[in-house]
């Protein structure tokens, strides 16, 4: 996928599928907190993890639904840091299916996450520390 550097594979499970034999929309969400989570830890790395004290919270996901994914089917989650705020972010990702070499874009969307401060209950900036690390893995991964 052009523009997106991050990739995770996704293993579908039996439990993912629904009636109609096809991955339950719901299942969508687990996959991008899936890739979601890989995607800090790579760009934000072990050392300069949030903490109990000092966290993001996701704020709002927004998804596209664009073609049915089955129990056999290959499919990664790439995703991208758009945009930073002051206090939020927000993560662009795609759900691919590589059907005969070729990838399909099957949902695609965007995640807004907020740096929250949890002993206090209430948003704060965005930490230096991890700002500069996601600017430098999005520019590393150009």
Partial sequence: MQNFKHKVPIQIRFKDIDKMGHVNNANYLTYIETARIKYFEDAVGDNKKWSHQVGIILARTEIDYKAPVFLHDSINVYTRCSRIGTKSLTLEW?????????????????????????????????????????EAYEQLND
Avoid: F, M, W
């Fill in 94 to 134: 795609s759900i691919v299916r590589d059907k005969n070499g070729e990838e399909q874009i099957t949902a695609q969307g965007l995640s807004v996450l907020v740096c929250y401060d949890y002993v206090h209950e209430k948003t704060i900036a965005l930490p230096d520390e991890q700002r500069r690390s996601i």
